[in-house]
C-alpha cells in the first residue's frame, strides 16, 4: 500500500513569492491533515479536512495561507506571500476516521521549505 | 487547549539499555495517546498508541503506560539497538482527531 505521498520534497524560494504544496492522501482515507514543523519541535496543526470540508483551520494564518482539497482526495497548500519566518517543514497526514474515533494518522515525508 | 510537555529533551545510552520517555497532558478529557518516530529527512512514524481504556500496551521491545488520575504517559524502550537512534514524539487528543505533540526527545544509542 503506497504511503502519503508529497511533493515537492524541498523548495527555496525567495520572500514575498508564492508557493505551493500537494499532497496525496492513502487510498480510502477520508481525513487529511497539513501540519507544520519548526526545527526541534513538534508538528502543529494548520488544517483538517473531512473529505472535501475544512473542519478544523484555526490554526491557519488565513492572511496569506490558503488551502483546498478537491474531489475530497489531493489537497494543496499554498502560502501568498512567503515571509522569512515560513521557513518549516510542512506535513500532510492522512486518516480514515468514522464514527468520531480517533485513528491512526499517517504522515507524508513532508517539505522543506526555505525562505531566503 | 490541549498542553502536552515531553522529557527529556534528548537522551543518550548504551545499546542493550533501556530508554524511558515521559510526557504529562492537561485535557482530562483527552483519550487518545500516541507515539511517533521521526528519522532524519522522514515525516514521524506511529509506533504505539493506547486509549484511555487500557493501562499499558507492549509490542516486543516497546510499552507505553498511561496514568489518567496523574496524566501522564511513558513510553518504555527495551534492550535498545542503534538502529532506535531518532527523534520520539508523544502527542495526546481530546477530541475528535486532533492532536497535540510534544516537543520531541532526540534518542542517541551509541554501539
Known amino acids: 500500500e503506497a504511503g502519503v505521498v508529497q511533493s515537492p520534497r524541498y523548495k527555496i524560494i525567495e520572500k514575498k513569492q508564492p508557493v505551493a504544496f500537494w499532497c496525496n492522501p492513502i487510498?480510502?482515507?477520508?481525513?487529511l491533515y497539513w501540519y507544520l514543523q519548526n526545527l526541534g519541535q513538534g508538528p502543529e496543526l494548520l488544517i483538517r479536512y473531512e473529505n472535501e470540508e475544512a473542519v478544523d483551520d484555526s490554526q491557519l494564518p488565513k492572511d496569506r495561507f490558503s488551502a483546498e482539497r478537491l474531489k475530497g482526495v489531493d489537497s494543496t497548500l499554498k502560502i501568498q506571500p512567503a515571509e522569512l519566518g515560513d521557513s518549516a517543514v510542512y506535513l500532510c497526514a492522512s486518516s480514515l476516521t468514522s464514527g468520531g474515533r480517533v485513528d491512526t494518522q499517517y504522515f507524508g515525508p513532508g517539505t522543506r521549505l526555505t525562505v531566503l | 487547549g490541549e498542553n502536552v510537555e515531553q522529557h527529556p529533551s534528548t537522551l543518550s545510552v548504551q545499546e542493550g539499555d533501556s530508554a524511558v520517555i515521559k510526557c504529562t497532558y492537561s485535557?482530562?478529557?483527552?483519550?487518545?495517546f500516541p507515539w511517533y518516530k521521526q528519522e532524519l529527512g522522514k515525516g514521524p512514524q506511529l509506533i504505539i498508541d493506547i486509549r484511555s481504556n487500557v493501562g499499558e500496551k507492549k509490542d516486543q521491545r516497546i510499552a507505553v503506560t498511561l496514568n489518567k488520575t496523574a496524566k501522564h504517559f511513558s513510553l518504555h524502550i527495551t534492550e535498545t539497538q542503534p538502529e532506535d537512534s531518532a527523534v520520539y514524539f508523544c502527542a495526546a487528543s481530546a477530541g475528535y482527531s486532533t492532536l497535540t505533540f510534544g516537543k520531541g526527545t532526540m534518542l542517541l544509542v551509541s554501539p
Open positions: 487510498s480510502g482515507h477520508n481525513t
Open positions: 485535557d482530562s478529557a483527552s483519550n487518545y
